[in-house]
């Protein structure tokens, strides 16, 4: 499929940088100087002309100043500069009157300067007054991280703005002024903003590329102006050829309805029988909730598909209800989903009780194609501290805390079916002392009940209770430290942690011998850390050989059974060389042995570095290089690799085995200062066969930049890439393709 893109091209990013450069210029007239707070309250008579409250705030300095009483003039020349607030300017010339506001700068042999906050401006002269609000200014340029906008002129009158000539350059090259004439800009003869009106109006925009112009262009461009709300857009399609066809994809078109209300449309039409229009309605309303309706229709060969979508967010103070809802319907699978879930969720806040509502509808795409209702839903949850005193050594604090469950089912398919659990759940914690700071004892108890009723097919109650004992015991780290000769030293730290857990089954409601079940759990964490201290340079380096080790023992009534055992860890080898592994035996659940190794090394190689002899250097096209004996340029290559090894085993006492080990290079290598390849591939050394490889060219063109992607295997597929490198504008000239 190939694609020549003129997609995403958002009047805001064509236009509307010139409408804020205009704005931070001469939005304020007021601009040259640093401000002071004791000339806060300075208030001057604009009708008297007078502009000599300046000299308390205004600062200036030049290696020439001279001052006119009679006509109210200063002339500063030579190096001469100018500070107001946040702005400066600084020029050869600066000639400003005291008496009507007027001030002009100019600079013949550089440009003059203006700093204003974090943006830098440059003309070759300006001319401003700061009582009528009127001004102009020759061959201006702002220049950015990643464009230069240039103008032969600029006007200001009262509130409207004037700009003619107008270019917009992000060739990198030309940036960082390796080249003098840019590859790729773009180009406009008149731009005016109407400040009363409220709009911006464009002659039209030209595309050249080495000064050619391509045949692409907008006629005009008008974009209304709402300060501090989003304006108008509109996203122009994306044109492609399929099957010997002309399609259109995404043709969005954005505008505002009011205040709180925006409006967003996008449509696509591959051919008379293929189209979908998707349509956006968003909102945010003045108490902290906001939200959005949604509306999918698509025809795809005479089988309409349609979604609905609606979420509503509420962000409100914690005495408040907070509501907030997620609804869902598709009359189709239209994203490819066997499930759709809707729910309204309703939370209030009282003191330590936290109270929900919430209900949800769940759309299954399966054979029936049933519809699940659960309404409502409610939970109660309380959370209390109890006997937080420390005098109390035995019950220094609990916590308790309680959740309590309740919801209803519905399913509609061929007949209703309803259905109502009850759960409650109970949890109680509490920290003693005993043996503080050297051992950490807290104790758990969980309860749980759950209770479901199914009707009306046939009725029947079903109950389950269940609580769990937990006691965990933490010591405090044990460590010795070895020392080898003043330089070294190796510090070895362990962390044991001692775990009882006990499950209760009534046997009201289990059918089973053992109503019990008793586990012990022991856990070892253990460090290595070595520290260099050679030349009076910290250097730490962590060893953790064995991490990790837990044990856990079923205690029945006539004997302990060990249940499973397990070990992980890792180190970090060499510098660039790290590996990590686990292992264990399961004896009880999941009979079986498991091992997982994984071994890691990264490297950075520089090939052909620059050697001492060779002293020859000179520039081709944009770039300086050095040269041998023999004129041949020389550069490095440099070259990131990165080595993966990764083995796993696991059998199974049923006699299942699973065996497999992969090795995965991954790196990139810079052939030219242009050219780059990065690559990715997977090997099966038990296999003998390479399961997955990829190959990506990178091409650096300037303005644009080159892609093209390879997928080798048995799934082979490629695609190419060719656009512009400017964020601003990276889809307005895009050729894709694809097999």
């Not at 903003?193 to 006629?219: A, C």
Request: net charge positive.
């Amino acid at each position: 499929m190939n694609i020549l893109s003129l997609n995403k091209i958002n009047l805001y990013q064509i236009q509307f940088y010139v409408y804020i450069i205009l704005l931070s210029i001469f939005s304020t007239y007021t601009f040259y100087g640093n401000e002071k707070k004791e000339n806060d309250n300075v208030i001057y008579d604009k009708t008297k002309n007078n502009f000599s409250f300046l000299k308390d705030v205004l600062k200036y300095k030049s290696n020439i100043q001279e001052h006119d009483i009679k006509k109210g003039k200063s002339y500063l020349k030579g190096q001469a500069s100018i500070e107001y607030y946040n702005t400066k300017i600084e020029s050869d010339y600066i000639e400003f009157n005291w008496k009507n506001g007027d001030l002009y700068a100019q600079s013949k042999d550089k440009y003059v300067f203006l700093k204003k906050g974090e943006h830098q401006y440059f003309f070759n002269q300006i001319h401003l007054n700061l009582n009528n609000q009127i001004g102009e200014a020759k061959k201006f340029s702002i220049k950015e991280k990643n464009y230069i906008v240039v103008a032969d002129e600029v006007f200001k009158k009262n509130d409207d703005f004037v700009m003619k000539k107008i270019t917009y350059i992000s060739d990198p090259f030309f940036l960082k002024k390796k080249d003098d004439f840019p590859d790729f800009y773009l180009k406009t003869d008149y731009l005016k903003y109407y400040h009363s009106k409220k709009y911006i109006f464009s002659g039209p925009i030209f595309f050249y590329w080495y000064k050619v112009p391509m045949p692409i262009f907008f006629p005009f461009f008008y974009m209304p102006i709402k300060l501090n709300q989003t304006s108008y857009e509109i996203k122009y399609p994306k044109l492609g050829i399929q099957n010997k066809k002309i399609y259109m994809e995404d043709l969005e078109l954005f505008f505002p309805i009011s205040d709180v209300l925006n409006f967003r449309m996008n449509s696509s039409i591959y051919n008379t029988e293929t189209w979908r229009i998707k349509t956006i309605i968003k909102y945010k309303l003045i108490n902290a909730c906001h939200g959005f309706i949604n509306f999918n229709y698509q025809n795809f060969s005479n089988q309409k598909n349609y979604l609905f979508q609606w979420k509503h967010d509420s962000d409100l103070k914690s005495e408040k209800i907070n509501f907030n809802a997620n609804i869902n319907y598709d009359s189709n699978i239209l994203y490819n989903q066997n499930e759709v879930f809707s729910s309204i969720n309703i939370k209030k806040k009282l003191s330590n009780y936290l109270w929900f509502m919430d209900f949800y509808m769940i759309q299954n795409h399966d054979k029936n194609r049933k519809i699940r209702f659960i309404i409502p839903e409610f939970i109660l949850h309380t959370r209390e501290i109890l006997f937080n005193n420390k005098k109390n050594f035995f019950l220094n604090q609990v916590n308790i805390e309680n959740r309590l469950y309740l919801k209803n089912f519905i399913d509609f398919n061929n007949k209703k079916y309803f259905r109502t659990e009850f759960s409650h759940d109970m949890s109680m914690t509490t920290y003693f002392p005993f043996f503080y700071p050297y051992l950490k004892i807290s104790s758990q108890i969980f309860y749980h009940d759950f209770y479901t009723c199914n009707f009306p097919d046939f009725f029947y109650i079903s109950s389950i209770q269940k609580m769990d004992f937990l006691t965990n015991i933490v010591s405090i780290p044990f460590y010795k430290i070895w020392k080898f000769k003043n330089t070294t030293l190796l510090k070895h730290q362990i962390k044991p942690i001692l775990s009882f857990h006990m499950k209760y089954f009534p046997p009201v409601f289990y059918n089973v011998k053992n109503n019990f079940e008793k586990k012990i759990n022991f856990i070892i964490d253990n460090n290595w850390m070595i520290r260099d201290t050679y030349n009076h340079v910290n250097i730490y380096k962590k060893i953790e050989v064995l991490k990790e080790i837990k044990s856990s023992f079923i205690i029945d009534d006539n004997f302990i059974k060990w249940e499973k055992f397990h070990i992980m860890g890792n180190a970090d080898l060499t510098k660039n060389l790290e590996a990590k592994y686990k292992t264990g035996i399961n004896f009880v659940k999941n009979k079986m042995i498991y091992f997982d190794f994984c071994f890691s090394s990264n490297y950075d190689i520089n090939f052909f570095p620059i050697k001492n002899e060779f002293q020859k250097k000179g520039k081709n096209r944009y770039d300086y290089f050095f040269f041998d004996q023999k004129n041949y340029a020389r550069y490095t290559i440099p070259v990131n690799l990165k080595i993966d090894f990764h083995s796993n085993y696991e059998n199974y006492f049923n006699k299942k085995k699973f065996f497999q080990t992969f090795l995965s290079l991954n790196g990139s290598i810079n052939i030219t200062k242009y050219w780059k390849i990065n690559f990715h591939t997977d090997y099966d050394l038990l296999k003998n066969k390479i399961i997955f490889a990829n190959l990506i060219f990178h091409r650096d063109l300037r303005s644009f930049e080159m892609n093209f992607n390879w997928i080798l295997g048995e799934n082979c597929s490629w695609s190419f890439f060719i656009g512009l490198k400017d964020p601003n504008f990276r889809n307005i000239i895009q050729y894709n393709e694809k097999n």
